[in-house]
């Protein structure tokens, strides 16, 4: 079965200091991979995709995400966090036809 | 804009009143989606249409109709609602298959008083 597990609902960082949030799958074949961000009262808009070429994946506005197989993972970084950052931001699998979405990481940015 | 465009942004309706949602893309894709996100709860897929067809229900209540009638255009028919149906409603469309991912418009918020 395939699953998504978002490990923390909220990640609070001071502006300028390094972002993660943490995302693991559960796939029974080579999946996809998205990190979506949704903004406040807007749709979701895609940051970065893996689809089975480089291991790690540069998305815009400086977000990256490292697929790593054996532990099953899909972490979204990025190295100084921006106030335009706060958001909430939702990691997701997809096999065939079907998209699984996680629960979602609120992530909050101190000045 | 992403591309897809949805309208109203925000409808506020009674529960015997009738609507539609509207959903647009002129992206060239062949798949469209319904989403329901209800705050602290996963993304709920509603409905699929690949190619006009529809290939999924989801056990989605009656009260809510989906309808397709081109590849650019998905509507979302509306009666009878429950209060518990006010949330987000999202369209989303892709080509055919997962692989490039969806584009999302920027949702419909509807509240059923």
């Known amino acids: 079965a395939q699953s998504v597990t978002q490990l923390d609902s909220h990640v609070s960082v001071s502006e300028g200091t390094p972002v993660l949030l943490r995302c693991n799958y559960s796939?029974?074949?080579?999946?996809?991979l998205f990190w979506y961000v949704q903004h406040p009262n807007k749709g979701l808009q895609l940051l970065l995709k893996y689809t089975s070429a480089a291991t790690l994946v540069k998305g815009i506005n400086g977000f990256e995400a490292e697929f790593k197989k054996s532990e099953t993972s899909f972490h979204l970084t990025k190295p100084s966090a921006h106030m335009s950052d706060a958001a909430e931001y939702f990691c997701v699998v997809s096999e065939g036809n079907q998209f699984y979405f996680g629960t979602g990481t609120s992530l909050t940015v101190i000045p | 804009e992403t591309g897809v465009t949805q309208t109203p942004r925000h409808l506020v309706m009674g529960m015997t009143n009738k609507k539609s949602l509207k959903c647009e893309q002129h992206?060239?894709?062949?798949?469209m989606y319904w989403y329901k996100q209800s705050a602290k709860k996963p993304l709920e897929l509603m409905f699929v249409y690949s190619l006009e067809e529809r290939v999924e229900n989801n056990s989605v209540p009656s009260r809510f109709s989906p309808e397709c009638p081109n590849s650019s255009h998905l509507f979302l028919h509306l009666h009878t609602l429950q209060p518990e149906d006010s949330a987000l409603y999202l369209c989303?469309?892709?080509?055919?298959?997962?692989?490039?991912?969806?584009?999302f418009g920027s949702g419909t918020r509807l509240t059923v008083v």
């Open positions: 992206l060239g894709h062949n798949a």
């Open positions: 989303a469309s892709s080509p055919v298959g997962t692989y490039y991912g969806y584009t």
């Open positions: 796939s029974s074949y080579s999946p996809s």
